[in-house]
């Protein structure tokens, strides 16, 4: 089992930034590739990056490529999500995600651990 928390969500202004943390635990979070995704309202779930469990390797949306970065501390059990240059169309619930294995997956059903997601919203 792994336990995963988001934090850092909230308001901000169209071109700020913003930066999310997951904490895991349970289940050894360095064995495990991790991602973020986000769920508009009335939309999918969608995929925004995920990263391979050594941090190597880390995919993202075109949509949000060049504004985003993904990384991880496998000390400190942490995953985060720095959003730079946000606009409206970010505005989503995020969540993170986990699974075991060393490659970075871009797939919702990938994933087998969820957390309960934070509310990002961004102002035009």
């Known amino acids: 089992q792994v336990q995963l928390v988001e934090s850092g969500g909230g308001l901000v202004q169209a071109g700020g930034s913003l930066r999310l943390s997951c904490a895991a635990s349970?289940?050894?979070?360095?064995?495990?590739?991790m991602g973020w995704f986000r769920q508009a309202p009335g939309k999918e779930r969608e995929f925004v990056a995920t990263i391979s469990w050594s941090g190597g390797s880390t995919f993202y949306a075109d949509s949000v490529k060049g504004r985003f970065t993904i990384s991880r501390d496998n000390a400190k059990n942490t995953l985060y999500l720095q959003m730079n240059s946000l606009k409206p169309e970010d505005t989503a619930v995020y969540y993170c995600?986990?699974?075991?294995?060393?490659?970075?997956?871009?797939?919702?059903?990938?994933?087998?651990?969820w957390g309960q997601g934070t509310q990002v919203t961004v102002s035009s």
């Open positions: 995600a986990a699974r075991g294995g060393s490659f970075a997956y871009t797939a919702r059903g990938q994933y087998n651990y």
């Open positions: 349970g289940r050894t979070f360095s064995n495990s590739a």
